[in-house]
């Protein structure tokens, strides 16, 4: 079975609650390499989301969440993470656009298009120390998973694994991107906070697909 409009609107609570969550470990990540406010943007951002899912109509597909979403995260979150991940989800909007109900390949197509947007917008690429470091390999296992005909909820799930796995793998990295660039080798040791709160996201997105 595909995911529908419900799978969206019970992903974008699942991750208002996840970053709720997290929130205090966001912050303290981000207090390590840069100003301490990513938990604090995304928690905003996302709670302004929720009042707005209870007014969507029964038939909103999942880019109408998506969309909704993406213009509620660029308009509420301060910061770097607010524009790039709004343009994640307006770009992977766009991507499953008019579509009810996502197969594999389309849940790839909008993890895809999502981190191509992040890229577009941020420049950052694989070994940055950037949310790009959960990213890219969350679309790779995720085109893997689709690929060996795994269901959308599986595919999702392999995603939200790699990402987690991007995440711990920042740790090590000198940043090239964002705040944490200005540190030089002392952003060494520490995860970076939008690859941390990336596997979140995309854990919410498998636990609402049930995985
Ligand atoms: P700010 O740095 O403006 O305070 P946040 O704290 O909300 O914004 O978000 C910081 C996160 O944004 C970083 O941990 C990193 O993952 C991500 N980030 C910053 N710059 C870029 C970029 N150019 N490309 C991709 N991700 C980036
Ligand atoms: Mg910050
Ligand atoms: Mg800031």
Redesign the pocket.
């Known amino acids: 079975m595909g995911l529908d409009g419900a799978w969206a609107i019970a992903w974008m609570r699942g991750s208002a609650a996840v970053v709720a969550e997290h929130r205090v470990e966001l912050i303290t990540l981000?207090r390590d390499i840069?100003?301490g406010?990513?938990g604090e943007?995304?928690d905003r951002g996302f709670s302004a989301i929720l009042p707005k899912l209870d007014e969507q109509p029964a038939d909103a597909t999942p880019a109408d969440i998506l969309k909704l979403a993406a213009t509620t995260l660029i308009s509420t979150?301060?910061?770097?993470?607010?524009p790039?991940y709004g343009t994640a989800l307006l770009k992977a909007s766009i991507a499953v656009a008019g579509q009810e109900d996502l197969d594999a390949d389309a849940v790839v197509a909008l993890l895809t298009a999502a981190r191509d947007g992040?890229v577009l917008?941020?420049?950052?690429e694989v070994g940055?120390k950037?949310?790009?470091d959960a990213w890219t390999p969350a679309v790779d296992a995720a085109s893997s998973a689709a690929a060996g005909g795994e269901s959308p909820a599986r595919v999702l799930a392999a995603a939200a694994d790699a990402a987690w796995g991007g995440a711990a793998a920042t740790e090590p990295l000198v940043a090239r991107?964002?705040?944490?660039s200005y540190l030089g080798e002392r952003a060494v040791g520490h995860r970076?906070?939008?690859?941390q709160s990336t596997s979140y996201l995309l854990q919410a997105a498998a636990a609402a697909a049930g995985e």
Not at 121 to 124: C, T
Request: hydrophobic share 30%.
């Open positions: 981000d840069g100003d406010d990513h943007n995304l979150v301060g910061g770097a993470s607010g790039l992040i917008r941020g420049k950052a940055d950037t949310m790009i991107k964002g705040r944490a970076d906070p939008g690859a």
